[in-house]
C-alpha cells in the first residue's frame, strides 16, 4: 500500500502560481511512477504531468512550459509548480503512483484560478 497526501491547493488570481506537494508514505525511489492528475468540474480526470523512478518526464501539451514536475527522494515528496495559471486550470488536482502492478491515489487538492 501507498499513502498519497497532497497539499499547496489555493485559490490564485490568472497569472500567478501554486505549488502543489504530494507526500508519499513508500520511498519514492521504489514507485515505479508518480504523477498529476486533475478533474474539473463536468469533466474526466486527466493527466497533467508525470515523473518515472528514472527522472523522465512527461506533461500535458497544455500545461508544457509553464508546469513542472519534481521530486525529492529525501524527502519522499513529488512537487508540482505551476506557474502562469489559466482559469482553465481550476480542477481537483490527484497525485498518483504506480508500485508494481497497482496504482494509488490521494484525497486531490482544490487548485482554483480567478480571472
Known amino acids: 500500500q501507498v499513502q498519497l497526501v497532497e497539499s499547496g491547493g489555493g485559490l490564485v488570481q490568472a497569472g500567478g502560481s501554486l505549488r502543489l506537494s504530494c507526500a508519499a508514505s513508500k520511498t519514492i525511489f521504489s514507485i515505479n511512477r508518480m504523477g498529476w492528475y486533475r478533474q474539473a468540474p463536468g469533466k474526466q480526470r486527466e493527466l497533467v504531468a508525470l515523473?518515472?523512478?528514472?527522472?523522465?518526464?512527461n506533461y500535458a501539451d497544455s500545461v508544457k512550459c509553464r508546469f513542472t514536475i519534481s521530486r525529492d527522494n529525501a524527502k519522499n515528496t513529488v512537487y508540482l509548480q505551476m506557474n502562469s495559471l489559466k482559469p482553465e486550470d481550476t480542477a481537483v488536482y490527484y497525485c498518483?503512483?504506480?508500485?508494481?502492478?497497482?496504482?494509488?491515489w490521494g484525497q486531490g487538492t482544490q487548485g482554483t484560478v480567478s480571472s
Open positions: 498518483n503512483a504506480v508500485y508494481g502492478y497497482q496504482t494509488f
Open positions: 515523473i518515472t523512478s528514472g527522472g523522465n518526464t
